[in-house]
């Protein structure tokens, strides 16, 4: 029998692009050290080890790095039977998760806007009329057409704990309510955070944000 690789996730003390990996290795009860930066001096002093100068990155064995958040919760959801059941779903995992890589470079527009406030409400108000719209119908009639509970196929994935992590992303940082109009997507997120394992992670990870302001 093989044994379960060591694992160890360095990111910082935030949600955004660590969680969903985090998800992952918890509803696996997979154990692995969560290592948390929480000040720009820590980060400066391991950042020249990483491969690409960017976090999050995923130690394998002490011996093996795999950096981007993507990659990584793909590694992860192939190696613990996450990742659909043939190349097709597989394919599916990856294309929803890149949506909702799009929909965060379009929040980001908004979220880092910290010098223009007109320019700041102009962009969230674009993303809350226009963005969120255009991909919460499209998602909500994927999720539909699936039966309503997983985003691919009859099973849960990866890239479930990705695109439910996104919307919670949106409620907290953008409107608490944007999901309401949307009862399939919020069922969805409500579902996924319902699982045991999801629940108790939320309801014990540090006091944190999605990202630094």
Avoid at 2 to 13: A, S
Avoid at 23 to 32: A, S
Avoid at 158 to 184: C, I
Wanted: glycine fraction near 6%.
């Amino acid at each position: 029998m093989t044994e379960t690789p060591q694992y160890k996730l360095i990111y910082f003390n935030l949600r955004i692009l660590g969680d969903p990996i985090r998800f992952i290795l918890n509803y696996v009860n997979v154990p692995f050290e969560d290592v948390r930066i929480q000040t720009e001096g820590e980060w400066a002093a391991i950042k020249e080890s990483t491969a690409w100068g960017k976090l999050p990155v995923l130690e394998i064995d002490g011996k093996h790095q795999l950096s981007q958040s993507h990659a990584i919760s793909k590694y992860l959801g192939k190696k613990f039977n996450l990742d659909g059941v043939d190349e097709l779903e597989s394919a599916k995992c990856d294309e929803y998760v890149g949506v909702a890589l799009d929909m965060r470079t379009q929040w980001r527009k908004y979220w880092f806007e910290k010098e223009d406030q007109p320019k700041r409400e102009n962009a969230k108000t674009e993303f809350v009329t226009v963005i969120a719209p255009k991909y919460f119908n499209r998602f909500s009639k994927i999720l539909e057409d699936n039966g309503g509970k997983y985003l691919v196929g009859a099973g849960l994935t990866w890239a479930d704990f990705f695109v439910a992590l996104f919307f919670e992303l949106f409620e907290d940082t953008v409107d608490k309510n944007l999901l309401v109009p949307y009862p399939t997507l919020l069922q969805f997120k409500n579902n996924i955070y319902s699982i045991p394992q999801i629940k108790q992670a939320v309801e014990n990870r540090p006091e944190n944000e999605f990202w630094r302001s």
